[in-house]
């Protein structure tokens, strides 16, 4: 990209979450996570550039924090912008943009800075540390270093990751009790449910409510219909 493509898209960017903000929608979530763009800036293994927007963890940032500076400035200040990343790219699950919490913190300090109010950090799998020596998971480690609110998820009362889903297989109930215990310890400040939700719209109604036992597993015909 150019410098004038990289200009286009930031402003397509602002452009979009102002639209957003003006016909009612309550937030913007940009998607720099799973090896779209953004994340090809973010992640080293793409980022092959040689100008201001490529080299060490905080060049492979300065794209990102320019969208996110650019939507922050195009929107109210109480309208929420939301940054989803994620370690692992779609082609690359063993991909990651950071082997260390500080390498990690390089790259969300300056998201920070620029005006993410929440961070949503996609992980497959909620329940896996994400570094040595804590079992703090991705949005754990991201709370910590940037004192954001954060949005963890991955595989949320089932016990297989949504990748199979893909591949047309289901996945059996999980237990949400490390979930709470996550919570209670304010881990996260919030969960994103994906396939429960495809199978069940009532899935949150149901565990708000006790209702433990009218859970069923992931069918992946769930994905055919429209419930
Ligand atoms: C059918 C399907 C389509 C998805 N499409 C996207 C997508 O386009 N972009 C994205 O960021 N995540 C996508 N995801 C991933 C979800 O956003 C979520 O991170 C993932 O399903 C993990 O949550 P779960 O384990 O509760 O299903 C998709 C998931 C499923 C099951």
Not at 47 to 64: I, M
Not at 73 to 90: I, N, T
Not at 169 to 181: C, I, K, R
Request: net charge negative; hydrophobic share 45%.
């Amino acid at each position: 990209m150019t410098q004038t493509d990289v200009d286009d898209v930031i402003g397509a960017f602002a452009e979009a979450a102002a639209a957003a903000e003006r016909i009612g929608f309550d937030g913007v979530e940009l998607h720099g996570a799973h090896g779209y763009l953004i994340d090809q800036f973010l992640w080293a293994g793409t980022n092959r550039r040689t100008d201001a927007y490529g080299g060490d963890p905080v060049a492979r940032t300065k794209f990102a924090a320019e969208i996110v500076a650019a939507v922050r400035a195009a929107v109210s200040p109480e309208f929420p912008v939301v940054f989803r990343y994620s370690q692992w790219k779609g082609d690359a699950y063993d991909a990651r943009l950071a082997e260390t919490p500080e390498e990690l913190e390089a790259v969300l300090t300056p998201l920070a800075a620029a005006g993410v109010d929440v961070f949503h950090a996609s992980t497959r799998r909620y329940w896996l540390p994400e570094f040595e020596g804590s079992d703090l998971n991705l949005a754990g480690w991201t709370k910590k270093l940037t004192g954001k609110q954060v949005i963890t998820v991955g595989s949320v009362g089932l016990n297989g990751d949504f990748i199979k889903a893909f591949q047309g297989e289901g996945a059996a109930l999980g237990s949400l009790d490390n979930l709470l215990d996550r919570m209670e310890r304010d881990e996260f400040d919030l969960v994103a449910v994906g396939r429960a939700l495809l199978q069940d719209p009532e899935w949150a109604a149901k565990v708000l409510g006790d209702r433990f036992e009218e859970l069923r597993p992931y069918d992946a015909a769930s994905l055919q219909t429209l419930s």
